[in-house]
């Protein structure tokens, strides 16, 4: 996957700054957080298949 950037603190008293990290695929034990907002609406989505397939 592409580097990932973010924000993070480098240290407590520090504000926030860029930030390149390495995020991994999604596996059977994570849970994907789509978080998005569109106008003035709002969507959340979790995409886990064994959540799904618990509440079935």
């Known amino acids: 996957m ?23 695929p999604v596996g059977p034990e994570d849970v994907r957080i789509d978080i998005a907002t569109r106008d003035a609406g709002f969507r959340f989505v979790i995409d886990n298949p064994s959540l799904s397939q618990a509440s079935a």
């Not at 480098?10 to 390149?20: I, Q, R, T, V």
């Open 2 to 24: 592409p580097p990932t950037m973010g924000e993070a603190a480098h240290a407590a008293a520090s504000p926030l700054a860029p930030f390149e990290f390495d995020r991994q």
